[in-house]
C-alpha cells in the first residue's frame, strides 16, 4: 500500500521569496515520485519527477525536490516565488503493479505581490 | 511532444442527455486513463485502459461508460448523469520509460449536469 500526506493545506508567501511545499509518503516498495501543478480551470501539469537516478531533482519553472529516504519526504522548494506560481501543487506516489497513481490533498500556493 | 488532448472543453446537460467525451493523445501511449475531479480536491481515477483493454473500472456507477476505439482515442459517453456528476473530467496517458511511468494530463472537460 502507499500513501501521500501534505503537510499543508494552504500555503502563503511574498513575491520573491522562497517557496517550501511538503510532502511524506508511503511505500512499502521503492516508489516514483511526482509533483504537479494545476493552474484554476486547467489540467494538471507535471513539474518533476523522482525516479532513484538522482535525490535531487530539478523540474520546470525553477522548482526543485528532495528525495530523502530516510525522511520520507519530497519536498517541493523555488527559491523565488513568482506570481504566476500561485496554483495548487499536488505530491502524487506510482508504485509498482497497478498502472495508477496515488494523489495528495493539495497544497494551495498563495503568492503576495 | 507529450501533449493530450480533450474535447469539448465545457459541457453542460440535462439529466436526460446522452453526451460523450473525447480523449486523444499521438505519444504511442499505451495506457490511458479518465479521472473526475471536483473543486478543491485531487482527482480521483475512474477508468484505465491499458493496450486499448478496461484493466481498471474504479467501480463507477453504468452511467458512465468509456470505451478506446484505437490506441490514440479514448471516450467517455455519459447517460442518465446527475447534478452531483458535475466535476472537471481529466485524461491522461502514460510514458513508459524502463520500468518509470509518466503520466501526462490533458487539461480536462468541465462537466455542468443541470
Known amino acids: 500500500a502507499q500513501s501521500v500526506t501534505q503537510l499543508d493545506s494552504h500555503v502563503s508567501v511574498s513575491e520573491g521569496t522562497p517557496v517550501l511545499l511538503r510532502c511524506n509518503y508511503s511505500?512499502?516498495?521503492?516508489?516514483?515520485l511526482f509533483w504537479y501543478v494545476q493552474h484554476p480551470n486547467k489540467g494538471l501539469q507535471l513539474l518533476l519527477k523522482?525516479?532513484?537516478?538522482?535525490?535531487l531533482v530539478k523540474g520546470i519553472n525553477g522548482f526543485e525536490a528532495e528525495f530523502k529516504k530516510s525522511e520520507t519526504s519530497f519536498h517541493l522548494t523555488k527559491p523565488s516565488a513568482h506570481m504566476s506560481d500561485a496554483a495548487e501543487y499536488f505530491c502524487?506516489?506510482?508504485?509498482?503493479?497497478?498502472?495508477?497513481?496515488?494523489f495528495g490533498s493539495g497544497t494551495r500556493l498563495q503568492v503576495q505581490p | 511532444d507529450t501533449e493530450v488532448t480533450q474535447t469539448p472543453k465545457h459541457l453542460v446537460m440535462g439529466m436526460t442527455n446522452k453526451k460523450s467525451l473525447k480523449c486523444e493523445q499521438h505519444?504511442?501511449?499505451?495506457?490511458m486513463y479518465w479521472y473526475k475531479q471536483k473543486a478543491k480536491k485531487p482527482p480521483e481515477l475512474m477508468f484505465v485502459?491499458?493496450?486499448?483493454?478496461?484493466?481498471i473500472n474504479e467501480s463507477v456507477p453504468s452511467r458512465f461508460s468509456p470505451e478506446c476505439p484505437n490506441s490514440s482515442l479514448l471516450n467517455l459517453h455519459l447517460h442518465a448523469l446527475q447534478p452531483e456528476d458535475s466535476a472537471l473530467y481529466l485524461c491522461?496517458?502514460?510514458?513508459?520509460?524502463?520500468?518509470?511511468?509518466?503520466?501526462?494530463f490533458g487539461p480536462g472537460t468541465r462537466l455542468l449536469v443541470l
Open positions: 502524487v506516489v506510482s508504485g509498482a503493479g497497478r498502472r495508477a497513481l496515488t
Open positions: 523522482y525516479t532513484s537516478a538522482a535525490t
Open positions: 491522461a496517458s502514460t510514458s513508459t520509460q524502463g520500468l518509470q511511468e509518466t503520466q501526462y
Open positions: 511505500s512499502s516498495y521503492s516508489p516514483s
Open positions: 505519444m504511442g501511449h499505451r495506457a
Open positions: 485502459y491499458s493496450y486499448e483493454k478496461l484493466s
